[in-house]
């Protein structure tokens, strides 16, 4: 089995830290080691294991949705070839069924796309929705977790790129369509004598004629024998029998037409929509979630042993374990003054509405904004206590530590947290002031 990409790992693994309680080990060398985490949870089946079963599942859908168009192409191609006891078949009416749908669909996904171009699509489109459904039932049966179908569906189908994944699949939908029936016209004209005639009454000859001669414009750079104007007069219903040569003059110019009118276009349509789809897929942001994660593996630790003064040491634990004790409730007070959001992927708490000022710091841009500047005005700063601390937020205690005197640490939701114990050691190591915030509160 195939596993997935580092892009696909990290979406996964951002998905599943915000919406559930797994976590990366805090402890891993690097990203890359810390994502082969999803390799081995849980067990059984691991997240790994089951997002490449939601792709495979997702792929063999796509091949079953082009195998049931090719399949409409075969049958939709001999009523069309319904001759009468002459063996005749209206040459255009041949052209209104094979190709004239086909253009219809061409000519409004066209117009779709031009009305549409400055617009964010978050529609999924029948094609796309029927192969969503169909992931969504096989992974039921197939006992994958939800979080998992979500986060790959969030990965495969985000809104940004929808409209050029619908596209793909509609362009390579028609692309079987047509070529199952080239190759259906092929074998009913092999095995088949029909002479190709047209008829009209409101049109006159020459706009026959000229509609014809149009047509065979492309189909005559590749150097195909196609009717002349000679066996197009000749192929007037009543007028005189055809010819071996006029008849394969007109068998070309059918073949010609699906092939070039019809199914170069949706290939050569079909492969740009899905680079479009793939390129704009990897050039999507990374989410709040992701950037953290990244960051949170993105400078090795750094070490450094040496013997401590007991004397000094046993000072230092007294002086931290006092500033580290934690207090349950925060004074109304607090929320009117400056608060910072470290590393936060959700919405701002509602009791810090009225407060003075909230900077968020997400990024490492917006860390080093922030640690820049110094005043002693008290300053809040609210982490996720569901979330494991690592070691770029120790260092950035630290350094907040010396340009924030009056700095206090918040644990938003530190109830129950299997990191409490860990960010009240935090706390004593940098010798920051902490207390709690429940999302009640």
């Known amino acids: 089995m195939t596993s997935p990409t580092p892009n696909a790992k990290l ?13 990366l080990p805090a402890h891993a060398n690097d990203l890359k080691s810390a994502l082969n985490a999803l390799d081995s949870t849980p067990e059984p089946t691991s997240y790994s294991a089951q997002f490449a079963s939601l792709k495979r599942y997702f792929n063999r859908a796509i091949v079953v949705l082009m195998m049931f168009c090719a399949l409409l192409g075969f049958m939709a191609v001999p009523p069309a070839f319904s001759i009468n006891q002459s063996n005749q078949a209206n040459i255009f009416w041949l052209f209104i069924i094979l190709l004239g749908f086909h253009m219809l669909n061409l000519a409004v996904w066209t117009l779709t796309m031009l009305t549409t171009m400055k617009q964010q699509a978050n529609s999924k489109g029948m094609l796309l929705s029927l192969l969503i459904f ?3 039932k096989v992974s039921k049966h197939s006992h994958i977790e939800k979080n998992v179908s979500a986060a790959y569906l969030h990965w495969q189908c985000p809104n940004h790129t929808n409209k050029w994944l619908i596209s793909s699949l509609s362009h390579g939908a028609w692309g079987c369509y047509l070529l199952a029936g080239w190759i259906m016209t092929l074998l009913l004209l092999l095995t088949n004598q029909i002479n190709f005639v047209w008829e009209t009454t409101l049109l006159s000859d020459e706009a026959f004629i000229k509609l014809t001669q149009t047509l065979s414009v492309i189909p005559q750079w590749f150097g195909i024998s196609l009717p002349n104007q000679l066996d197009i007069l000749a192929s007037r219903v009543d007028l005189i029998s055809q010819t071996a040569v006029t008849r394969q003059h007109w068998a070309n110019f059918l073949l010609a037409s699906i092939m070039i009118y019809g199914v170069f276009p949706r290939v050569f349509l079909t492969l740009v929509c899905l680079s479009i789809y793939r390129v704009k897929r990897a050039m999507l942001p990374l989410s709040t979630q992701e950037r953290i994660i990244k960051n949170r593996y993105r400078q090795p630790e750094s070490q450094s042993r040496h013997i401590l003064d007991t004397e000094h040491n046993s000072d ?4 931290g374990e006092h500033i580290s004790e934690l207090r349950s409730e925060l004074p109304k007070s607090a929320f009117l003054q400056h608060w910072a959001l470290f590393e936060w992927s959700t919405e701002t708490p509602r ?13 490492r841009e917006e860390q080093s904004h922030f640690l820049e500047v110094t005043h002693n005005e008290p300053m809040y700063l609210l982490v ?3 979330q494991s601390p690592d070691r770029g937020t ?12 009056s700095l206090n640490l918040v644990l938003y939701d530190a109830k129950n947290s299997a990191f409490q114990d860990d960010w009240q050691r935090l706390a004593r190591e940098t010798r920051v002031p902490s207390t709690s915030l429940q999302s009640k509160d």
């Open 384 to 386: 996720n206590a569901q």
């Open 134 to 136: 169909i992931n969504n």
């Open 394 to 405: 120790r260092r950035f205690l630290r350094l907040a530590r010396g340009h924030y005197p």
């Open 11 to 23: 979406a996964l693994a951002a998905w599943l830290e915000t919406h559930t309680a797994f976590r």
């Open 316 to 319: 230092s634990q007294a002086g």
């Open 351 to 363: 009791p810090l509405h009225p407060a003075k000022s909230l900077t968020m710091l997400n990024s």
